[in-house]
């Protein structure tokens, strides 16, 4: 966007540029074209713009969601085919899905063990319903000195699996139906991280070596399970940052995708995503001058979830010769920013940010104010409400 000559509504405000996020969803379709393509909600937290992606997506099959909840809300908002990715204890919640359910709507659950199929089970006999099982299997690759994966999934080896059936063999209302492998220290590790260069040959070689691991571990746990009296309905991988490989498995019928569509800072440490276009992010209003060279923003603290470090706070995009004071940070009500070269930015003015991680910045605003250029100039289309906005909090 032309920062320079946009004036937002109100300040501080969330953005989305239209025209962006256009280019980042023809993007994502030309590289997942081959494979049903489904929604990350964790990173997008609004209907109105899960719906506008789903519009532009014509291998949409469906939404990944984050917990119980929000699945029923999903639900209740015309989705109707939903994959909780992460495994839940949310009695309420998965009660909340059955009337959908009962109504030809798909509802999937995430499970790697035996108490979180358990709970399922007995939802299932308590309103004579059967639910759709998911298995999330581990794609980490554990090396002896070095744990290069996400710690999720108890399921490694067809042998985990195996235990774990014995144990459900009995349960008639519930089903496996479903298989899940996310490729996470793929999908989601940047290779450039800032403060940590000298990493970035180490990371891609991890990458290659794991990629042949994922490959063989998820192929062969999805024929086994076919072969063995479990015909699986999907078998979903990937994230963004994998979308290349992901699409290429043969074992795989669909990707997930979230964060390429808001492509937020920590996405752009990606070797893989280096194309895309920031399509979402914050505006702050000047309010004060402490010296010549510094300024002071209202607001400011949306720093990110996950270790600590520079990976997770904001990145200022205008004006681009603004940089956070070290002793300072992104502040909860107040960000000083120091100018290297002349200050272009006054009292009165604004700075345009973009956040770390894709979904958060929906956590602190009621709203994303879209953009979209029309004749030259950036113009306000309207907004868009945040789960925020429509007055829900899940976690
Ligand atoms: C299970 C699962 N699948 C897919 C993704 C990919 O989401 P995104 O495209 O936003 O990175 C994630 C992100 O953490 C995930 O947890």
């Not at 998911?134 to 996400?150: A, Q, V």
């Not at 192929?219 to 979903?236: D, G, M």
Request: glycine share 8%; aromatic share 10%; net charge positive.
């Amino acid at each position: 966007m032309d920062f320079a000559h946009i004036t937002p509504p109100y300040a501080p405000s969330a953005w989305l540029d239209l025209d962006a996020l256009d280019a980042n969803i023809h993007q994502v379709n030309q590289m997942t074209s081959n494979v049903n393509l489904r929604i990350a909600s964790k990173s997008i937290r609004s209907i109105d713009v899960l719906k506008y992606i789903q519009a532009k997506t014509p291998n949409f099959i469906g939404i990944m969601s984050f917990c119980a909840q929000e699945s029923a809300y999903l639900l209740s908002n015309g989705f109707d085919n939903v994959l909780c990715a992460y495994p839940t204890f949310d009695r309420a919640g998965i009660i909340k899905t059955l009337p959908y359910c009962q109504n030809g709507a798909t509802m999937i659950w995430m499970v790697d063990s035996f108490e979180q199929w358990q709970l399922l089970e007995d939802i299932g006999r308590q309103y004579n319903q059967t639910l759709q099982v998911c298995l999330d299997i581990n794609m980490s690759m554990p090396l002896p000195r070095l744990y290069f994966g996400t710690k999720r999934s108890a399921l490694f080896s067809i042998s985990d699996i195996k235990k774990l059936l014995k144990k459900t063999k009995k349960f008639k209302h519930s089903k496996l139906t479903a298989m899940m492998g996310y490729e996470g220290q793929i999908a989601g590790l940047p290779e450039n991280l800032p403060d940590k260069a000298k990493l970035a040959p180490a990371i891609r070689a991890l990458k290659a070596l794991s990629k042949k691991q994922v490959s063989k571990r998820r192929q062969k746990i999805a024929h086994w399970l076919n072969k063995n009296n479990h015909p699986l309905t999907l078998v979903n991988g990937g994230g963004s940052g994998s979308m290349a490989f992901t699409c290429l498995q043969p074992e795989i019928t669909e990707i997930t995708v979230g964060s390429a569509y808001y492509y937020p800072a920590l996405f752009s440490y990606m070797d893989s995503m280096t194309s895309f276009i920031p399509s979402a992010g914050f505006v702050l209003p000047v309010t004060r001058q402490p010296e010549p060279k510094v300024i002071t923003c209202h607001s400011g603290g949306f720093v990110a979830s996950g270790v600590m470090g520079t990976d997770k706070t904001p990145q200022i995009i205008y004006p681009d010769n603004l940089s956070i004071l070290k002793d300072e940070g992104y502040g909860e009500v107040q960000t000083p920013m120091q100018a290297t070269g002349k200050l272009s930015v006054g009292i009165g003015d604004y700075v345009w940010c973009r956040h770390a991680k894709a979904g958060e910045l929906c956590e602190h605003f009621n709203e994303l104010i879209t953009y979209r250029k029309i004749n030259n100039q950036y113009l306000i289309q309207g907004s868009m409400t945040t789960y925020r906005g429509d007055g829900q909090c899940f976690h």
